[in-house]
């Protein structure tokens, strides 16, 4: 082999190894970049958790027991909130340093209402109360009576004739401490306005209760909702009560 065809030989081999490289430096850099897109395996995975019940919400307790008609109102509000409804509840103190409660609900489409703060059953004349020692008659006596001196009649609620008559039975219970054994039983479990009178004379007529039970607050028409409770426990010892709430 003369030195020309040497040279050409080695001028190809060096050529061949020039592409070569160049052809393997292609490939690392095609895989650096393909490398450097790819995501670590341990972020393939997202994980999202959906609270669908999420609720926040402000809690509050108040009550509501005046003997009296004069209240000056005092009103905060406070609100409690969830993923569908609204609801205000507005707290009025009156003068004794008691407090009236009242809400108001919207749900999630804007619209609102007012609601009782209870759920009550209305009930007629022919409804009678089960309650023991109680005097269905007599109690509807002084309801058509109340309502004969109102222009707003009263709606009588199962659960507040109830509620009257277990306050008139506590009372009756404790004549001493009428007034403390009612107001602890009311502010704990009903939490609306109401009034008791224990009698120990045996005078057992309608007007003679009327009289004693009645006073400004149950005349006032803006009440809609009412209990009247009738308690005998013996012949001279004899309890009433009314319990009232509104709209």
Do not use: H
């Amino acid at each position: 082999m003369d030195d020309d065809s040497k040279q050409i030989l080695i001028l190809k081999i060096v050529v061949a190894s020039l592409v070569a490289l160049a052809i393997l430096v292609f490939i690392i850099i095609i895989l650096v970049i393909k490398n450097g897109n790819k995501k670590p395996e341990e972020m393939d995975v997202t994980t999202r958790r959906t609270l669908s019940e999420e609720v926040s919400e402000e809690v509050s307790s108040t009550s509501e027991f005046t003997t009296g008609s004069n209240t000056t109102e005092a009103t905060t509000t406070e609100t409690t909130t969830s993923t569908t409804t609204t609801t205000t509840t507005t707290t009025k103190k009156n003068s004794d340093g008691t407090k009236t409660t009242k809400k108001t609900q919207s749900s999630g489409g804007g619209s609102s209402s007012n609601i009782p703060t209870y759920t009550y059953t209305v009930i007629g004349q022919n409804d009678a109360s089960s309650y023991s020692n109680a005097d269905n008659n007599m109690e509807w006596q002084l309801v058509n009576k109340i309502n004969s001196n109102r222009s707003n009649k009263y709606k009588v609620a199962a659960e507040l004739r109830t509620a009257a008559e277990r306050i008139a039975d506590v009372c009756c219970e404790a004549p001493g401490t009428c007034k403390s054994a009612t107001k602890e039983l009311v502010d704990n479990e009903y939490q609306l306005t109401y009034r008791v009178y224990y009698d120990e004379t045996g005078r057992y007529n309608l007007d003679y209760f009327y009289n004693n039970l009645v006073n400004n607050t149950i005349l006032d028409n803006k009440y809609s909702y009412l209990g009247v409770g009738v308690y005998r426990r013996s012949s001279s010892l004899t309890c009433t009560a009314w319990i009232i709430d509104y709209d």
